[in-house]
């Protein structure tokens, strides 16, 4: 028998809408599973067959075939597990094909039957709602990050029996447990203030303009001059984020898996401050599986240079194309990635001249304030 599960791929910080099929039919005995998948994804067929039989499924010695189309996507993750245990379940005649066509599944299945949380929940909703899908099922810890998307009702699970219960029985979507949506609170979001800081009138000044016009800017002076402490109250004096930024700077942070079911969204800009020994893979973003990096973490907000002149040259070039375009794209044997990368570059720097590097870092910065701050 076929059945066919809707579910969600991540590439770069955008889903993916991926159709799941599966086919349960005479023959020997066997699982196998299609579709340009990473090893991830194809250690998920023993995460699944122990995950069924834990949870009270018992399912004939027949010839199951998954695959995940469409088959020119790489599958990255384990967000896969749950829609391919749902789609098993379905051609086996255990559970009701009647939803899956309204529903989006996306979740990771541990041994004993238990759904755990995965990466990129939010960027996972956006997509089954512009999919029109009017149901999304998430793990119950994911649950808060993808209540953020309107015109979509999440539905939180935790386990493998109750996601079956939900889909045999429809009418226990009408009577679940309404949900507010989490509440976006600017107020006191914020530990510093700009306001805390004394004298320096020209810095604050030129920091101000600055930031009015989202221009770069260098701060130079000798150390405990107040260059660090000013740059990190940045943040506190840019505008509120709105709803639109809150949700697409949230996407790069859920991808990243920086996000917590305590804080499921990003309330205030990001501020960046790497290490001057960070490499160019670690500011750019990237990897075998290309995930964000520092600039687009900084996306949004403020990405601090501290000790500016000890960075590597070809790390400082990195930034050349991001603060041009605004994004970045990371290319891969298997496509291109891109991330944002719309961000304020606030560098700092000690009074001395350093040898060849110190005019090349003031060159890069294009459109670049640079002021030098009083003891």
């Known amino acids: 028998m076929y059945s066919k599960v809707h579910s969600v791929g991540i590439t770069g910080v955008e889903g993916v809408p991926i159709l799941v099929e599966a086919d349960v039919s005479d023959g020997l005995p066997g699982f196998s599973m299609v579709g340009y998948l990473s090893s991830q994804v194809k250690e998920a067929q023993d995460r699944v067959r122990t995950a069924l039989k834990n949870s009270g499924f018992r399912l004939p010695a027949r010839k199951v075939t998954i695959n995940l189309s469409p088959a020119d996507i790489r599958k990255e993750g384990t967000a896969f597990d749950l829609p391919i245990a749902i789609a098993i379940l379905t051609a086996s005649g255990l559970v009701d094909a009647s939803l899956l066509d309204k529903c989006v599944i996306s979740g990771e299945l541990g041994l004993d039957g238990k759904i755990k949380p995965v990466h990129g929940a939010l960027s ?111 943040p506190t004096i840019m505008p509120s984020l709105s709803l639109e930024e809150i949700i697409d700077i949230s996407k790069i942070y859920s991808v990243s898996g920086l996000l917590t079911p305590e804080a499921p969204l990003m309330i205030r800009r990001p501020f960046r401050s790497p290490h001057h020994t960070i490499s160019p893979q670690a500011l750019a973003g990237g990897g075998r599986i290309p995930k964000p990096g520092e600039i687009s973490l900084a996306s949004g907000g403020v990405l601090f240079l501290d000790e500016f002149p000890e960075f590597q040259k070809n790390t400082i070039e990195i930034l050349r194309q991001p603060l041009e375009e605004g994004k970045i794209t990371i290319s891969r044997i298997h496509g291109a990635y891109d991330f944002p990368a719309d961000f304020m570059l606030v560098a700092a720097m000690n009074t001395g001249l350093y040898l060849c590097g110190y005019n090349y870092n003031l060159g890069i910065l294009g459109n670049t304030w640079s002021l030098k701050a009083s003891e």
């Open 124 to 234: 996972i909703t956006a997509a089954a709602r512009k999919d029109g899908k009017p149901f999304c099922f998430l793990p119950q810890e994911n649950l808060r990050e993808g209540l953020i998307i309107e015109g979509i009702q999440i539905i939180g699970v935790n386990h493998l029996k109750k996601i079956t219960d939900v889909l045999n029985s429809p009418e226990m979507l009408e009577q679940s447990e309404s949900r507010e949506v989490p509440m976006i609170k600017q107020a006191k979001a914020y530990d510093v203030d700009f306001s805390e800081i004394g004298g320096q009138l020209l810095l604050r000044r030129a920091t101000e303009v600055a930031v009015a016009g989202m221009h770069n800017i260098l701060y130079i002076g000798p150390a405990g001059t107040g260059k660090s402490m000013v740059a990190r109250r940045i």
